[in-house]
């Protein structure tokens, strides 16, 4: 199975959403690594070498947007593939900066169900 050297991480402080992603993925067969916070989050893509990082903004320490400004300053290690911000903040501007920052997409979490999250996934790792 080619999804197992596919390595994924969820940076998401919500506990349920962390978890459930998490289990939606390793169901998959990818292998999934997690952060709850930005700090931790930042210091893992720091390490690199993801397939895909899922990116929420709102996040405790550092958030999201501080993240991907922090990576252009200080690149990782390994590099990583993709970077999808998966947010409930769908404001343009926010959405223009991600873009900007070097995400690869952006996912809106309550307008997708589990299994457009996943169809999305997929495209995105295709493409790496």
Known sequence: MENQQKKILIVEDDQFLREFYQELLQ????????????????QKLLSGGYDLVLLDIMLPKKDGLQILRDLKTQPPKSPNKAVIVLTNLGQDTVIKECYNLGAEGFLIKSALNPDQVLTEIRSYLQKS
């Open 27 to 42: 169901t998959e067969g990818y292998f999934v690594d997690l952060a709850s916070d930005g700090e931790v989050g930042f």
